[in-house]
């Protein structure tokens, strides 16, 4: 399973941004998706999480500002960012479970950086 990210940028506070993040490869289906983020030093952070049903669950820090959603049929998890902070600003990876022959395991995408600033 690969996962392409895009959508990270600069963006000004109280701005939005929206990630995007689609699986492809060969698997028998993807579950659970999510965001994470990380700053330098610091333990990747759990963001936003949804899964194959459409339940989600969001970081205190983000709850009511960003917006986690995805679409089965490509494989693909959004990530709607609003009122953008500069604590904001971190590397976002997205995460998938997926389900091969091999079994089910957890697989990351290569990071979107999300820069917050005046």
């Known amino acids: 399973v690969q996962l392409q990210a895009f959508g990270g940028g600069l963006v000004q506070p109280g701005g939005s941004l929206r990630l995007s993040c689609a699986a492809s490869?060969?698997?028998?289906?993807?579950?659970?998706m999510s965001w994470y983020r990380q700053t330098p030093g610091k333990q990747r952070a759990l963001v936003a999480t949804?899964?194959?049903?459409?339940?989600?669950n969001y970081a205190d820090s983000v709850e009511g500002r960003f917006t986690i959603s995805r679409d089965n049929a490509k494989n693909t998890v959004y990530l709607q960012m609003n009122s953008l902070k500069p604590e904001d600003t971190a590397l976002y990876y997205c995460?998938?479970?997926?389900?091969?022959?091999?079994?089910?395991?957890?697989?990351w995408g290569q990071g979107t950086l999300v820069t917050v600033s005046s």
């Open positions: 490869g060969r698997f028998l289906s993807i579950n659970a």
């Open positions: 949804i899964t194959k049903g459409g339940n989600t």
């Open positions: 995460n998938a479970r997926g389900v091969t022959l091999q079994g089910a395991r957890d697989y």
